[in-house]
């Protein structure tokens, strides 16, 4: 089985998450794919950073939404970078990407660029939304989608499946080997996150999940040695 390693805001352990930068770093260290987050702009950019507001990540204050792509750019995202458009990670790697709508919203930009880019093969749509699911699902035919939970129990495979996901992102520290099997009977795959212990590696190895998101890049180099 391919055990993949998929990089958390690029590798936001050691870099500014979610920048170009933090990107670039994680396809150096060999990380398989790499995960982003979506939120849309004021004037409609599909613009790459976590939260609703720009306080935690960057120099700035308020939400993202009430805010033009120029207004955006003009904040520091941490060590000089700015906040990038969902265009500029396709163009700075090659890697796989886990492309993460926060904002439901967000599904019908990101929809026009997957057609535009013929992205099918190479981006995988994720949400904590199911509605985020089922619409990407009706925009992109053939899109690959996972469900995200970190607050869960054995009716994520349900939901999932409903929602025409193919693979759980589950919080490691709630998951269980029943959840696991019931997601396997399910034919879905599991994905643990986050994953940044060598303890929390184990558990995924033990519980023959198909990969782990982490902030850290060498859990790439010692996930060869936990088979």
């Known amino acids: 089985m391919n055990f993949l390693t998929i990089g958390h805001r690029g590798v936001m352990g050691v870099e500014p998450e979610n920048t170009l930068r933090s990107f670039v770093a994680a396809e150096r260290a060999g990380l398989d794919a790499i995960e982003l987050d979506l939120h849309l702009s004021k004037d409609g950019a599909l613009v790459v950073i976590h939260d609703a507001e720009v306080d935690r990540t960057t120099d700035g204050s308020g ?4 805010k033009t792509l120029a207004e955006l750019r003009a904040l520091d995202a941490g060590r000089g970078e700015r906040i990038p458009v969902f265009e500029e990670v396709l163009d700075a790697v090659r890697a796989p990407l886990q492309a993460e709508i926060k904002d439901v919203a967000a599904a019908e930009a990101l929809a026009e660029v997957m057609h535009r880019r013929d992205l099918v093969s190479r981006v995988e749509v994720l949400s904590f939304h199911d509605e985020a699911l089922t619409e990407i699902a009706r925009l992109v035919p053939g899109v690959r989608t996972a469900l995200v939970a970190d607050r869960y129990g054995t009716e994520v495979v349900g939901r ?54 982490t902030d850290q890049p060498e859990i790439k180099r010692t996930s060869r040695f936990t088979a």
């Open 63 to 66: 939400a993202v939404a009430d």
């Open 160 to 213: 999932a499946r409903a929602a025409g996901a193919g693979t759980l992102v589950l919080d490691i520290r709630r998951l269980t080997l029943e959840i696991v099997e019931e997601a396997r009977a399910a034919d879905l795959r599991v994905i643990g996150w986050v994953v940044n212990t060598l303890d929390q590696l184990r558990l995924a190895r033990a519980f023959e999940l198909d990969g782990v998101t």
